[in-house]
């Protein structure tokens, strides 16, 4: 049992350093890295569980790294370490001792024997040369973002979002307005729109439920419903959600909407497509699905949402490597597909008809720039309403618009 258990956390350790190497070299989220590059599949839920810990802490781990090497380590060799650190420090499933000798084990197993020394000398010194633990922003926040957001945000603001990013996320979800969760749920949570939304704290009980399978209830997080909750449904036929995927606000707008009435639900993915082609299939919906760049969608509606990609600053409870990804050239990049998709979902609005922008980021770019711009060069809408939430312990963040054409 014993050699089992050392094999498992050796594969832990490879699968975690290997991608924290494709996020770095390639700048793919964690999510992505989780979804397709492990080598052992199995131990997703431990290998994220380290590694959202490491995002959380980066700060800490990296100062902790520094303390301990006399040079700076190679990558391969700091990723090998802020790992170990971090399974040191934060996790309670391996004793110190064994992740010092995995760790040591794994580089040696790359034919580094001069570098597994080096590696063995500071996980045995890491312990008296820990570094405090701080919870204060300028801590815990990325340098870049803190001070972007020191620069905006109040101190008492920036304490919250800083206690949002180091809190890992309750898991949520939402349930049809007619279906009562029962035992499935501890406690509801204040939503938008009228959406009723759950915490639980088993979540293998609700992943296994009838519920779920049935479509009564949506894996989702109650900043979800603020895009949909805006528009006015009276009179709207025509409903096209033009970047879709996996399906959670279309369901949103298909409570809302008079008998009759039809959606489009378009996205670019194949692969998420299918998710909401599922999701549909639990509901009993029978909306067109369709895979498509946002330019490629034909016809008029009288609602359209474009809930675009963003930089995720918003989400940061769950996708904390996204504050690390954050940079200014990546959001110019950002900024102008979402100007790209704007404009799509504009050339799609019927007149008289409503567009809702919406993001998962808090960013003033992102946001209520980004809708002055386009305003600035379509005179044929104008602003009826916008709202943006800020992260916090118990939901996400996000940031919708209405605009309504002449």
């Given at each position: ?208 439920s009838e519920a779920l399978r049935r479509g009564n209830i949506y894996i989702q997080d109650p900043a979800a419903s603020l895009a949909p909750s805006l528009p006015d449904f009276s009179g ?41 082609a599922d999701n549909f299939r639990r509901r009993g919906l029978n909306f067109p699905v369709l895979t498509a760049e946002p330019h490629e969608v034909e016809g008029v509606y009288d609602l ?103």
């Amino acid at each position: 049992m014993r050699e089992v258990k050392r094999c498992s956390a050796g594969f832990v350790l490879e699968d975690a350093v290997g991608a924290l190497a494709a996020i770095e070299a390639e700048g793919i989220s964690l999510d992505d890295v989780l979804d397709s590059r492990l080598a052992h599949p199995e131990l997703r839920r431990t290998v994220s569980s380290l590694l959202f810990q490491y995002y959380r802490r980066k700060r800490f781990i990296d100062g902790w790294i520094v303390r301990l090497a006399p040079r700076p380590p190679r990558p391969l060799l700091r990723r090998v370490l802020a790992v170990a650190l971090t399974q040191l420090r934060f996790q309670t499933g391996i004793a110190p001792q064994s992740a010092a000798n995995i760790a040591v084990d794994f580089v040696k197993a790359g034919g580094r024997y001069p570098e597994s020394r080096f590696v063995n000398a500071v996980l045995r010194n890491a312990p008296g040369a820990m570094p405090e633990l701080s919870d204060e922003p300028v801590e815990v926040l990325p340098p870049a973002l803190f001070r972007r957001w020191s620069a905006r945000f109040r101190p008492e603001e920036l304490e919250m979002l800083t206690e949002a990013f180091l809190t890992p996320a309750g898991f949520t979800f939402r349930a049809e307005r007619d279906f009562v969760p029962g035992e499935l749920a501890s406690a509801g949570i204040p939503a938008y729109g009228g959406f009723r939304f759950y915490f639980s704290d088993d979540p293998g009980r609700v992943l296994g439920s009838e519920a779920l399978r049935r479509g009564n209830i949506y894996i989702q997080d109650p900043a979800a419903s603020l895009a949909p909750s805006l528009p006015d449904f009276s009179g709207v036929r025509r409903i096209l959600d033009l970047c879709a995927a996996p399906g959670g606000k279309s369901l949103m707008l298909a409570e809302q909407m008079e008998a009759g009435a039809t959606l489009v639900a378009a996205d670019r993915s194949e692969r998420r497509q299918r998710l909401t082609a599922d999701n549909f299939r639990r509901r009993g919906l029978n909306f067109p699905v369709l895979t498509a760049e946002p330019h490629e969608v034909e016809g008029v509606y009288d609602l359209v949402l474009a809930d675009v990609p963003c930089s995720n600053t918003g989400v940061f409870r769950r996708r904390p490597d996204a504050l690390w990804r954050f940079n200014s050239s990546e959001l110019a990049r950002i900024l102008r597909l979402q100007e790209e998709i704007l404009n799509a979902a504009a050339r799609r609005v019927a007149p008289g008809g409503q567009l809702v922008y919406s993001t998962c980021s808090i960013e003033l770019e992102e946001n209520g720039l980004q809708v002055e711009r386009f305003l600035s060069g379509h005179p044929e809408f104008r602003k009826v309403s916008s709202r943006q939430i800020l992260p916090s312990v118990e939901a996400d963040g996000a940031y919708a618009c209405l605009l309504r054409r002449a």
